[in-house]
């Protein structure tokens, strides 16, 4: 499964959060809260039955069922103002967020990519092990990138990889590999990917496609199986295209 059809099964694979016999207003207020989660919400009404709760559906199947107070913050039994590591307020929609092991986004500009990058970038750094993997489209962008990557790539045990297509000048390179890949996903993808370290809760991914000019929709992913197959897809496709001395490629 290549990257774009990774990206086009994690769209395909969206949750759907039924929220029952609640105001319209508050349906709407969950569609903000989760808006960029992969999750559809809808609203329903029953005869019968408690006001204001929510069922959690994957592929038709039950996940979890939930009050609207568990979900949102600022309700009745969320007081402590404290967050959680994505932002969220501590314990709020956790019944939820559990379950969704992508985030998904839309319409990402080249800046809110590089800013998406530099979370994993800064994990990576911080922990200061294992492997980062980081697709750039083409080499001119590599280039400008290029400071920052050989300030990771000095850490003794972090193995940093670069791809990019050969369109542009190479940058000099000294303390990490550049996989010159000549395929379109190259081209038309951005991607970060860390696995950890060690650490499963350290692992994490950014995964785009660039669907119109300067326009990236892809996933965030803490899901270990989804980085690890992410980093073992690049090894195993573009292993084998280091960039050589002389500026070309070892495809």
Request: with cysteine; net charge negative; aromatic share 10%.
């Amino acid at each position: 499964m290549s990257l774009i059809e990774l990206i086009a099964g994690v769209e395909a694979h969206e949750a759907t959060l039924t929220v029952f016999n609640a105001d319209p207003a508050v349906t709407e207020e969950l569609r903000e809260y989760f808006a960029d989660r992969n999750v559809r919400i809808v609203d329903d009404q029953t005869a019968s039955g408690p006001e204001e709760f929510a069922v959690l559906a994957r592929d038709g199947e039950f996940v979890t069922a939930v009050t609207v107070d568990d979900l949102l913050p600022g309700r009745e039994g969320d007081g402590s103002g404290e967050t959680d590591g994505d932002g969220t307020a501590g314990g709020v929609g956790r019944p939820v967020l559990d379950h969704l092991d992508e985030t998904m986004f839309t319409s990402y500009s080249r800046e809110d990519m590089v800013a998406a990058s530099r979370e994993i970038e800064d994990r990576a750094w911080r922990v200061g092990d294992g492997e980062l993997h980081a697709g750039f489209q083409t080499l001119d962008v590599l280039t400008g990138e290029a400071d920052t990557y050989d300030l990771l790539g000095e850490k003794e045990r972090l193995d940093v990889h670069a791809y990019a297509a050969d369109e542009g000048e190479s940058p000099d390179i000294e303390h990490y590999t550049v996989h010159v890949g000549e395929t379109a996903e190259i081209r038309e993808t951005w991607f970060v990917a860390y696995d950890g370290g060690g650490y499963e809760d350290a692992k994490c991914a950014l995964l785009a496609e660039e669907r119109a000019p300067g326009e990236f929709y892809g996933f965030w992913s803490y899901d270990p199986e989804t980085v690890d197959y992410i980093i073992d897809y690049l090894t195993e496709r573009y292993g084998g295209s280091e960039q050589t001395d002389d500026g070309g490629a070892t495809v």
